[in-house]
């Protein structure tokens, strides 16, 4: 039998991600997933672990307010609330997307920019201002928050098992940074499903997902692979014309609730 195995969120872009035992699903995916995200204060452009390895270290966890909760080593906690939707907008680019978002406020950047160590913004994005899914995959009322281009992520825990094999150790699935995981399917068995469903909820998987150098990253360290691990050995057998793919993207129909354990229905 197929069940939902693991949820993560991970309210900030690129920052550190949380283990839930149950999540709730809105229009941009889980609840709290990727509403956050930091910008280069000068160019507005988004920041990830790509350039910025040290985000790996930054706890920034959603809060029962709907804020952020940061946190890293050497740093006193800081709460930050919620901006006002159409307050303090800021243009910001993610990939081919530009959008106008409001600003978290100074305190939360200086707290920020000094972790980072350049000056940095901290952005929010309300479902008002969310952004729509990339063209030819899905539907035209699909959105995504700061999620690279769907609001949904799903890996069988068989095709992570497939992988830490052929690479000869144990993989953290928080490499890959899902959302889903799913247990009880052979490797690699999402690659052909088209709509499942947990619970009440529906989900339309609509584009595999092509994996970059974040992969190599350990989540717990920020240490690169000097192998480039596992996306090398990616590149030996999931390879395609598009990228390396690994795992599904998927867009959720409907609102509901989500638990760890919850029976999974291929629906096509």
């Avoid at 507005?44 to 966890?61: E, H, I, N, Y």
């Avoid at 940061?70 to 680019?93: C, I």
């Avoid at 690279?148 to 000869?168: C, E, N, R, T």
Wanted: net charge negative; charged share 30%; hydrophobic share 40%.
């Amino acid at each position: 039998m197929l069940r939902l195995s693991a949820l993560y969120r991970f309210p900030l872009k690129s920052g550190k991600g949380e283990s839930l035992l149950q999540a709730r699903l809105d229009k941009l995916g889980l609840v709290g997933d990727r509403r956050w995200m930091l910008v280069d204060q000068a160019s507005g452009r988004f920041l990830t672990q790509r350039a910025d390895p040290k985000m790996s270290q930054l706890s920034a966890l959603w809060n029962a307010s709907g804020g952020l909760t940061l946190n890293a080593r050497g740093f006193e906690a800081l709460d930050v609330a919620v901006p006002e939707v159409d307050t303090d907008l800021r243009g910001v680019t993610i990939w081919r997307d530009t959008l106008r978002v409001p600003d978290a406020g100074d305190v939360a950047a200086d707290w920020l920019s000094r972790f980072i160590e350049k000056p940095v913004r901290l952005v929010h994005v309300p479902l008002e201002r969310a952004r729509t899914t990339e063209a030819g995959y899905g539907r035209d009322d699909d959105k995504v928050a700061f999620a690279d281009g769907y609001p949904l992520l799903l890996i069988g825990q068989a095709s992570l098992d497939d992988i830490s094999h052929k690479v000869g150790r144990p993989l953290d699935m928080l490499r890959f940074r899902p959302n889903l995981v799913i247990e009880g399917s052979e490797a690699f068995a999402e690659d052909g499903w088209k709509r499942i469903r947990i619970g009440d909820v529906e989900f339309r998987l609509v584009k595999s997902c092509s994996r970059c150098i974040l992969t190599t990253i350990d989540p717990y360290t920020g240490i690169r692979d000097e192998q480039r691990e596992p996306l090398a050995t990616l590149m030996t057998y999931r390879k395609q014309d598009d990228g390396i793919m690994f795992g599904q993207n998927l867009v959720n129909d409907g609102s509901g609730v989500l638990e760890v354990g919850m029976p999974v229905t291929i629906l096509e």
